[in-house]
């Protein structure tokens, strides 16, 4: 059963546009949430993370969102580039579970010139 | 230069083969993890090892086979039972077990015919 859902499955953006991805998740107990990034033929790259005691986290371009009352959480790309064109992948974890992640099953960016 | 390595980056087999994948780091993590892709889905955990000659089934284990003689090395074998062995496979490594972020290496493309 996927614990986390990921929406959409690709956007598309022109330059300077902001592009918002978000994921659900089921399991309370989670505790721990990452966002990556993966450009084709390469391995996903850590991008930023948050915990559940904070509601928003800045890393340059990069916010992560989290709402814990609905469970959802979403990363925010400002002034997008083309070379944010990428597949970002958000993940869950718990702290039982060390830090097997759960992923969603990913989103296609594509930044337009 | 500290990271993760794979080896090859692309691999062909026939089918009825067994394949073994090589993942090696020298970030002195004590955890590693096998990950599948699939096109348009996310990760899915096939095996990690939390210490050396210790090792646990991930989400879609059947069908591969792990060791972890070595703190460095973590290589997965690709059993001619795994009935859609064709995908990209990722290695990654975490501190320890408790450790959230995650390492990934470059992948190896399999593809068996």
């Known amino acids: 059963q996927q614990q986390v859902k990921q929406s959409p499955q690709s956007l598309i953006v022109q330059k300077g546009g902001i592009p918002i991805i978000n994921c659900a998740y089921e399991n309370t107990a989670f505790d721990y949430f990452p966002w990556y990034q993966q450009f084709p033929g390469k391995g996903p790259a850590l991008l930023i993370a948050?915990?559940?005691?904070?509601s928003e986290k800045k890393e340059g371009r990069f916010t992560i969102s989290f709402n814990k009352s609905a469970k959802q959480f979403s990363l925010h790309i400002m002034d997008s580039q083309p070379g944010d064109s990428a597949t970002y992948f958000c993940?869950?974890?718990?702290?039982?579970?060390?830090?097997?992640?759960?992923f969603g099953e990913g989103t296609q960016l594509t930044v337009n010139p | 230069d500290g990271g993760i390595t794979q080896s090859p980056k692309y691999l062909f087999r026939k089918e009825g083969q067994n394949v073994t994948l090589s993942c090696e780091q020298n970030l002195n993590h004590d955890a590693m993890y096998w990950y599948r892709q699939d096109p348009g889905q996310g990760l899915r955990l096939i095996y990690y090892?939390?210490?050396?000659?210790?090792?646990q089934k991930g989400d879609i284990a059947e069908g591969y086979s792990v060791s972890r003689e070595k703190k460095e090395s973590f290589p997965l074998t690709v059993t001619s039972a795994q009935k859609n062995p064709t995908a990209f496979y990722l290695c990654?490594?975490?501190?320890?077990?408790?450790?959230?972020?995650?390492?990934f290496g470059p992948g190896t493309r399999l593809t068996v015919t």
């Open positions: 990654a490594s975490s501190g320890t077990i408790r450790s959230y972020e995650q390492y």
């Open positions: 090892s939390q210490i050396v000659n210790d090792f």
């Open positions: 948050i915990r559940p005691d904070v």
């Open positions: 993940a869950a974890s718990k702290e039982t579970s060390g830090s097997r992640l759960t």
